[in-house]
């Protein structure tokens, strides 16, 4: 067979970004699941490979963190905790700030690290910051029974309002997502990102309430304060499970929930525009 009928014979695809407002094509990611699946199935297997403990670090970070809090916020500090145990008012912050914190810091450089696999064939990309996302949703579950025990321990049972939990843990998820899609996004172009996310999540631990009561905040600083996303997610995940203590602020909850929109939906939208040249820039 001659060159021209070589040539004839390739075809070729072109692929172009979805039009729309957002132009995530969700029939895709479905299409993709298993090689979501098996990335986030890579990343958990790859956090705990050749460590002594395993799995059981999913325990001991929050555990350790909360007695750290506990000694310096609860009994130095003595700052208020709504009239719960510090260590369980800590922790119940601890888990859903961990959460964002460890998915904001992976998903922002989940593109560079798989640079190989996204320079050679195509898929998705939204998978790659969803993807470390899901490996953190696994650690979230597995501390969760850490929180648990400890509102047994000291004899806290939920009310009716740990129905609504659910609902400030998806806050939590779209919070990240919409943040790691415009961070993952960025660091393609410009690696300084990831050295700057690091100095942001750490910032983010003390503008957020983990180790102190959202009470404490002026009236006059609330609203600047209620720009926070995390700060309606951590109120929400107290407010849930430690019963009517602990105030919940319906004005700031109405804030970040249309932040986290606007974070979402810009970040998609980036995201899906700069998609196209992350094969030649990476």
């Not at 953190?136 to 004899?155: C, E, K, Q, R, T």
Request: hydrophobic share 55%; glycine share 6%; aromatic share 14%.
């Amino acid at each position: 067979m001659d060159d021209g009928a070589t040539r004839a014979s390739v075809k070729k695809r072109i692929i172009r970004a979805r039009r729309g407002l957002v132009g995530i094509n969700f029939a895709e990611l479905w299409l993709y699941r298993e090689l979501f699946l098996f990335m986030a199935w890579r990343d958990v297997l790859v956090r705990y490979k050749q460590t002594a403990v395993g799995v059981v670090w999913a325990f001991i970070r929050p555990l350790i963190t909360m007695v750290v809090f506990t000694l310096v916020f609860g009994k130095a500090a003595k700052l208020p905790s709504d009239g719960i145990p510090y260590p369980v008012f800590t922790l119940a912050a601890l888990l859903p700030w961990q959460l964002f914190s460890s998915s904001l810091t992976q998903s922002s450089t989940s593109l560079i690290s798989n640079a190989n696999l996204i320079s050679k064939i195509y898929f998705p990309r939204l998978i790659t910051p969803s993807a470390a996302l899901l490996v953190n949703v696994i650690d979230f579950l597995i501390s969760f029974a850490i929180l648990a025990g400890m509102m047994i321990w000291y004899g806290i049972i939920p009310t009716l309002a740990a129905l609504t939990l659910p609902l400030f843990f998806l806050l939590a998820i779209l919070t990240v997502l919409g943040m790691g899609m415009w961070l993952s996004a960025l660091n393609v172009e410009y690696r300084d990102v990831q050295y700057v996310v690091p100095f942001l999540v750490q910032l983010g631990l003390f503008i957020s309430p983990v180790g102190y009561a959202s009470s404490i905040v002026p009236e006059k600083w609330r609203l600047l304060y209620s720009l926070n996303p995390m700060v309606s997610v951590i109120d929400g995940f107290r407010w849930a499970l430690l019963g009517e203590k602990v105030p919940l602020h319906y004005d700031g909850l109405a804030i970040s929930v249309g932040i986290v929109l606007v974070i979402l939906v810009s970040g998609a939208f980036y995201f899906r525009k700069t998609e196209r040249t992350f094969a030649d820039v990476i």
